[in-house]
């Protein structure tokens, strides 16, 4: 069905109408649950699933087996073995609002016969993720199911294997079952993204889809790569394991290695629900997770059997939900923004949208394939908004059922928008992927605008009061046409620009003034080659040592340093070779004199790979991994075969497992100080 939504929003008074209506909302549901691609806004799904509820108790003669109501999510995803789970893994009803959640307290308190402001109930998150089951014999992780449609689940035994904080031993020998959420966290998917582009790849619009795209994947391997979390919410019966209470429940699942919520909380009454929800939506944005509402259980399991359950839910918990982070709006164009290497952006301009607490009214659309082939968006579609981890404008997709009919297909402009320049096309690794980019060079007022903004950033040179605005307001002045002019400017002329005086225009010639002898690793990254960012300057550096050195590298010896590859080497070539580029960064080498840095060749650690996890006695954990890489080696955050020793302090947590599991040695911080002896 391809129905609008907005023609569902009518009165039902017929069987054939709620029929359509049932119809449209599994679709939805199927989108969701099964392929991971919802086409409408988490918001627009909920109130029609609520207008099913209330239609149905109002015609119960009409309800069918197969409305979503009477289950939960969608079919397993095929290529996965089914499993039938032992106790379904149902959802729990939702309140919207403090009335709804209210409303969920006073009734379970009547039912309970007990007073409301004496009810007791627990807070955890709602996390965004994949629900999954593990089963464990004798303390061993034997099996991984998903939540499938709540009878029947997806077996994913090996995906879930690769999850670093599942233990695959436990500390005693339980038997038994621990349901939780399979999680990506907000920087983890921000990494994948990264390498999704870098591949050419279709990204993923939010965590929950990464995650639940990365556990269904055939390949444990993807899996491993993808980095998931697993928090432990609940013990499967347990009170035949004689626990009494979901806090027994969670310092239990604690003491066997599981991460559990550290938000976890009993409250008391309405008054104890409605601030510890008010308290989670305050500490929302900065957990590294997302989450989409809080839990609210009744704390003692003798008054959750006494409740019981309805047909697709429990009685004793809801879920107490945020308002909805995803909008929808218009299209209004997509413009073209030029970075400072050329790069073209297309930039989708909005109908002005309040979404998660801030007014959007532009998105970053990447690319002319992520426009057509991967988005498939154009100017003139309503289209869902979200803020990706709640900070970045994210367009998820389109509503196609509302697309105008006189619509086309987006295209790049054959010239700069800016400077007029030919545009050209450089090919990615497939077919259709690739880039544009103007080929005006420092002519382009943007390019330029950009680069020296880079230039001064605070991971570059470092230079006080050089913003985008101030060099918008050198620019325009012909005070500057390149980043070598910084360092003739005079602070006399600066003074006389429109909103500066001699106060601001000394503070930012004091301030390029400084740049002078920053670390090489800074200069290098300053200069904005194409494909050297933090990490690659700061191998530069290390390898060569100073900027004569680096200078004068080949390409082949450039691709002696680990982790730089071909691109990367040609780039750094080309900008050598470039007849304006090339005198222009020995002229600023001249002004700025980098300082050089100790040049690792080689050391007791050299081409080895060290993790540190942990609180160790007396590093920090930047400290000890500074010191890795003083030693010649490289750190990395995540134990692999590849690891030759793991440094481990205090709350070391499931890495020295894995370390245990794949023969990798474990020290302690004294072994890692010797190591500047030897």
Known sequence: MTQNPALLAVDLVSVEAYVRLKDYVAQLAHEYYVLDAPTVPDSQYDSMFRQLQEVEAAHPEWVAADSPTQRVGGAPVSGLAEVRHAVPMLSIDNAMDAEEAAGFCRSMADELGVALESLELTREPKYDGLSCSLRYAHGIFMQAVTRGDGETGEDVTAQVRTIQSVPLRLPEPFTGEIRGEVLMTIAALARLNDRQR???EKEYANTRNAAAGSLRTLDPKVTASRRLSFFAYSLVDAAAHDFDSQAQVLAYLKKLGFQVSGLFEVVTGIEGVQKSFEAVADV????????????????????????????????????????????????????????RTGKLTPVGRLTPVHVGGVTVTNVTLHNEHQVNNIKGVRVGDTVVIRRAGDVIPELVNPVLELRPAATGPFTMPEHCPTCGSTVKFIAGSEEGMGEHYCTGGTSCSDQRLFRLTHFGSRLGMDIDSLGEGSVRDLLAASLIAKASDLYRLDASLVANLEGWGKSSAAKLVTGIADSVGRPLRRFIFALGIEGVGEGTAKRLAQHFGTWEAVRSATYDGLLAIPDVGPITAGSVVAAFADEHFGPEIDLLASYVKPEPEAKITGGVLSGKTVVVTGTLPFLSREAAKALVESLGGKTSDSV????????????????????????????????LLAQKGE
């Open 284 to 339: 929302r944005k900065a957990l590294p997770f997302e989450i989409d509402g809080v839990v609210y259980k009744i704390a003692r399991f003798d008054q959750q059997d006494a409740l019981g359950w309805n047909t697709r839910t429990p009685r004793w918990a809801f879920a107490y939900k945020f308002p909805a982070e995803e909008k929808t709006t218009l299209l209004e164009a997509i413009d073209i923004q030029v970075g």
């Open 198 to 200: 870098a591949l050419g």
């Open 640 to 671: 692999s075969k590849k690891t030759f020793a793991v440094v481990a302090g205090e709350n070391a947590g499931s890495k020295l497992t894995k370390a245990s599991d794949l023969g990798i040695p474990v020290y302690d911080e004294a072994w």
